[in-house]
């Protein structure tokens, strides 16, 4: 019985939302970003080639990031974790060009990629850890902590 109830609730507010976004009294995608009127992101201003390097290690880490979840959906998680521990962890900092890059941030931003790699590598050894356990929870939280990391530096940091 409470099955059914749960069901038909869930029924009653998609039937709502839909009227909603159709009556206008939702807000899309285009008309929430068009409600942010302010950036108020700390610009920082990288040489050019840097800036590029910089870019390119970003779009790795999102890629990365989806080969993670690629992997640890299909139960490979020594895969997830070596891609998350070689492309985004402690261990990434050679590869990426930490050093030279982390000369031209701010204190917030250099902490902020510490936090994310890591959190990476914490997310690593707990993805390896769930193979022995099946508890993927430590793992997906560890993750998720890598992923806020991008988010933060995102909403507090853009390049010039």
Same mark, same amino acid.
């Given at each position: 019985?409470t099955? @059914?109830?749960?069901?038909?609730?869930?029924? #009653? $507010?998609?039937?709502?939302?839909?009227?909603l /976004?159709?009556?206008?009294?939702?807000m899309?995608?285009?008309?929430?970003h068009?409600?942010?009127t302010?950036?108020n992101?700390v610009a920082?201003d990288f040489?050019?080639?840097m800036?590029?390097? @910089?870019?390119?290690?970003?779009r790795?880490? #999102? $890629?990365?990031i989806?080969?993670?979840?690629? /992997?640890?959906?299909?139960g490979n998680?020594?895969?997830?974790s070596?891609?998350?521990e070689?492309?985004l962890?402690?261990?990434?900092?050679k590869l990426?060009?930490a050093?030279?890059?982390?000369?031209?941030m701010p204190?917030?931003?250099?902490d902020?990629?510490?936090t994310l790699?890591?959190?990476?590598?914490?997310?690593?050894?707990e993805?390896q850890?769930?193979?022995?356990t099946g508890d993927?929870k430590p793992?997906?939280?560890?993750?998720?902590k890598?992923?806020?990391a991008?988010?933060?530096?995102?909403?507090g940091?853009?390049?010039?």
């Open positions: 019985m099955n @059914i109830k749960i069901i038909i609730s869930v029924i #009653l $507010l998609s039937i709502f939302g839909y009227a /976004a159709q009556s206008g009294g939702g899309n995608h285009a008309q929430h068009s409600a942010q302010t950036d992101r920082v040489p050019p080639a800036r590029e390097h @910089i870019l390119t290690n970003m790795d880490h #999102l $890629l990365a989806s080969q993670i979840q690629e /992997a640890m959906g299909k998680y020594d895969k997830a070596k891609i998350a070689d492309r962890g402690m261990t990434s900092l990426h060009g050093y030279e890059s982390s000369k031209y204190q917030g931003m250099k902020i990629g510490t790699h890591k959190s990476a590598s914490q997310f690593a050894i993805v850890n769930s193979a022995v993927l793992a997906l939280l560890a993750l998720s890598t992923t806020n991008c988010v933060a530096c995102h909403a940091y853009k390049l010039k």
